[in-house]
């Protein structure tokens, strides 16, 4: 079992940068793959982002290609999103999920499988 937590949403005019944070517990947190989605009103939960077990590899969606990075630290059992250059389409209440079965940065959703509460991010024009 894998319990997720994340903070660090809020509301940010565009052109400005937000960090959320993700807490892990319970099973051993350095041997899965982490990712980020969000979901905005009334559209489908998407891809942001994805880190592999050990940091060394990552995934983007191209939304945020070059705005958004992925970060993990593995003696805190903790994940990050440094988002900057945000817009008014960033915001949706963002996810924080773990893989426990893979170690690569996975894009597809159904193979994470567990989910934090979520955090809400608004980018006001």
């Known amino acids: 079992q894998v319990q997720l937590v994340e903070s660090g949403g809020g509301l940010v005019q565009a052109g400005g940068s937000l960090r959320l944070s993700c807490a892990a517990s319970g099973r051993t947190f350095s041997t899965y793959a982490m990712g980020w989605f969000r979901q905005a009103p009334g559209k489908d939960r998407d891809f942001v982002a994805a880190i592999s077990s050990g940091g060394g590899r990552t995934n983007y969606a191209a939304a945020v290609l070059g705005r958004f990075t992925i970060s993990r630290d593995n003696a805190k059992n903790s994940m990050y999103l440094q988002m900057n250059i945000l817009k008014p389409e960033d915001t949706a209440v963002y996810y924080c999920?773990?893989?426990?079965?893979?170690?690569?940065?996975?894009?597809?959703?159904?193979?994470?499988?567990?989910w934090g509460q979520g955090t809400q991010v608004t980018v006001s024009s």
């Open positions: 999920a773990a893989a426990p079965g893979l170690s690569g940065p996975t894009v597809y959703s159904v193979r994470y499988d567990y």
